[in-house]
């Protein structure tokens, strides 16, 4: 039936959900993009301030914005903050409560996924964190007899009367309620709070008027979350340039989110669009021909004909850009003798209808909020956005149909650290500090193992900096790990690729050195013979010992010069002075980080040296060309270090 209750204001929603389900609230709420911000501090705030009442909630990635820090950052950040997000922008108070450890005791947040290293030293985080795949959250979740499910939603009013659309999270809303009736367990609550700029999106994301019993729809909405476009640096982009040659054309690609699969779509993108200085660029990185070689037997080395079909938990922005180019366009139909017929070349081209991309949720820029609407008017069978159980799970009703959709998968996703035996550190520390989330990524890893010519790709930079200096990212061992060795496949740094499936143990050590920084070899082979693992005799080849950020800067650099590689490879949200601040800043930042830093920093600030064209422009943006105080006068003069070094050694851009 018609839902009986719509409402306007969001105070009055929250105190009638609180008398629906009484003084115990067990909430789920989907992750990212979909949360109500504004229902769900109402309801928080009604609970804080009733200690007779408790309020239990289960999501995932909670996303607000930077918290900068007071100073340079603060003074940098928050004029782009208010533009890019909006002054009405609503964090949600328990995620900024939890981060500081605040949270009232009788409020309990359990989260499956954080944003990346957010929530570290939140006690509470880490405690109520529930690790688990994707795929396994809505089976858990109907054990917590939730009574509560808020999401946010877009709508439809026509002759036919209301829909409404999961739009940005149909991810696990469908599997959560299916499992609880199911276990037969009652329905909870379920809450639409309308959008105005959600992308309607049909298909297996619209639900009826009845699937929802209360409605909200603010007078008001902020604008929806959308992130900021990033960088792209010199040993992301070789990275990315090794990872587009193991793309098969007419496949299937899955890629997650963060400056390396960006660099991956970008090398995809002049695959197609600049084969020859794409080809150009990988020999110069692929000095031994490995990564070629491994491109002849998995991916290509040729533009797209065939086009590849998109099945990814996240649809973000490179899919738009990888449909724009002519890249994704292979279709698939959720019909087995239609894809038999497309997969042996049989089916008419003007067949109609079918999908090029599927997903389960979606979070990017408002440029991708913008192109779904379009394409869902425009083609609407294109995009379709379903339940997490349809994209991450192989098994059940749909094996036999996924299985032929996904034929020639290539999975990529980032991982923080590897061992020299295949087993990947992605979500955890060693100390088993939760950085974000398993997530998908054991999903897709055993899946490409299932898919008769599937094949997973992780990612990760062979060193990161730390206090003091750098360390590798490629291990002997390490205490935690979320992909086990026994699923070792392809892993990528931006010194090659390193295929170690059906490889002996030796030979996977010897894989994984052939990507490793050329500062680390001798660490590793040692620590790897002292093990066993490695032969007595085995000797580092003299070409892997080229393995240096100075290696990359030299092979990349005539391509970068061509304008091939730039630092923002899908445009910038920061101005042109921003951007030249953002460099200036990261360099300030990274010179404090060490004691010498702090010294050499503190010489230099005596003599920053002579003016440059771009100061000027620089100090009135972050309201510095006048300071004040002695606080505003030390800042200035630290800027004006860096600005000055920054343009002197040509790495402004």
Same mark, same amino acid.
């Given at each position: ?309 998109? /099945?990814? @938990? ?7 850009? =990888?449909? *724009? &180019?002519?890249?994704?366009? #292979?279709?698939?139909? $959720? ?112 899946? /490409?193992? @299932? ?7 992780? =990612?990760? *930079? &062979?060193?990161?900096?730390? #206090?003091?200096?750098? $360390? ?28 170690l499936r059906g490889k002996s143990d030796s ?115 972050m309201n510095l060309e006048h300071p004040q ?25």
């Amino acid at each position: 039936m018609p839902i009986q209750h719509r409402l306007s204001n969001t105070e009055a929603c929250a105190k009638q959900i609180a008398d629906h389900v009484g003084v115990d609230l067990r909430m789920a709420a989907p992750l990212g993009l979909g949360k109500p911000h504004g229902l769900l501090n109402a309801l928080y705030r009604l609970t804080a301030d009733d200690a007779s009442r408790s309020m239990r909630l289960f999501t995932a990635l909670s996303l607000t914005r930077p918290q900068p820090k007071p100073g340079l950052e603060a003074r940098f950040l928050k004029p782009f903050l208010q533009r890019h997000f909006g002054a009405d922008q609503v964090d949600p108070q328990y995620a900024l409560d939890q981060a500081r450890d605040a949270l009232p005791s009788n409020i309990e947040v359990h989260e499956f996924y954080m944003q990346s290293g957010a929530l570290l030293h939140s006690g509470a985080a880490q405690r109520n964190y529930i690790s688990q795949n994707y795929t396994h959250v809505a089976r858990d979740l109907a054990l917590q007899d939730i009574n509560v499910l808020v999401q946010l939603v877009a709508r439809r009013e026509g002759s036919d009367g209301v829909h409404y659309s999961l739009s940005c999270n149909p991810d696990l809303t469908l599997d959560l309620l299916r499992q609880i009736e199911a276990a037969g367990k009652p329905r909870p609550l379920c809450v639409a709070v309308v959008h105005p700029d959600l992308p309607y999106m049909g298909g297996m994301a619209e639900v009826v008027e009845d699937f929802f019993d209360l409605e909200l729809r603010p007078d008001a909405s902020p604008r929806l979350f959308a992130l900021p476009r990033l960088p792209v640096d010199t040993a992301e982009y070789a990275l990315g340039l090794h990872a587009s040659a193991l793309v098969k054309d007419g496949g299937c690609l899955q890629i997650g989110i963060g400056a390396l699969s960006d660099a991956l779509v970008k090398g995809l993108l002049l695959r197609q669009q600049e084969n020859a200085q794409w080809q150009r660029a990988l020999a110069a990185l692929d000095t031994t021909g490995n990564t070629q070689a491994i491109a002849e037997r998995v991916g290509g080395l040729a533009p797209f004909e065939q086009g590849l079909y998109g /099945a990814s @938990e996240m649809v973000l922005d490179g899919f738009m850009h =990888l449909q *724009r &180019a002519g890249v994704l366009k #292979r279709r698939s139909w $959720d019909n087995l003798a239609l894809e038999r017929a497309s997969a042996s070349g049989r089916l008419n081209p003007a067949t109609p209808g079918g999908h090029y991309l599927r997903g389960a949720f979606f979070l990017g820029t408002r440029e991708l909020y913008d192109w779904l609407a379009a394409t869902e008017a425009a083609d609407p069978d294109a995009i379709d956005m379903c339940p997490v159980s349809n994209v991450n799970h192989l098994y059940g009703d749909h094996q036999a149909l996924a299985t032929l959709q996904r034929r020639g998968a290539r999975f990529f996703n980032t991982c923080m650290m590897a061992t020299l035996l295949g087993a990947a550190v992605s979500d955890t520390l060693d100390d088993g500090g939760v950085v974000s989330g398993v997530g998908g990524q054991y999903n897709f890893v055993a899946m /490409a193992h @299932e898919l008769p010519d599937g094949r997973s790709a992780l =990612l990760l *930079r &062979a060193t990161r900096k730390v #206090r003091g200096g750098i $360390d590798s990212n490629i291990r002997w061992n390490y205490g935690q790990a979320t992909i086990p060795r026994h699923l070792r496949d392809l892993y990528i740094t931006e010194y090659g690729v390193a295929d170690l499936r059906g490889k002996s143990d030796s030979e996977c050590i010897e894989a994984m050195l052939s990507i490793s920084d050329a500062r680390f070899l001798e660490a590793l082979c040692a620590e790897a013979k002292s093990h066993g693992k490695l032969a007595r005799d085995f000797v580092i080849p003299d070409i892997w010992r080229r393995h240096t950020p100075e290696y990359l800067h030299e092979a990349l650099a005539p391509f970068q010069q061509k304008g091939l590689l730039p630092k923002f490879p899908f445009g910038s949200d920061f101005t042109e002075t921003e951007q030249l601040l953002l460099s200036a800043l990261t360099w300030l930042q990274s010179a404090q980080a060490t004691w010498r830093g702090k010294w050499q920093l503190l010489r230099a600030a005596v003599n920053p040296g002579a003016p440059v064209y771009e100061e000027l422009a620089a100090l009135v943006r972050m309201n510095l060309e006048h300071p004040q105080t002695l606080a505003e006068r030390i800042e200035r003069r630290l800027l004006l270090v860096a600005l000055r070094r920054k343009t002197s050694s040509g790495q402004t851009g």
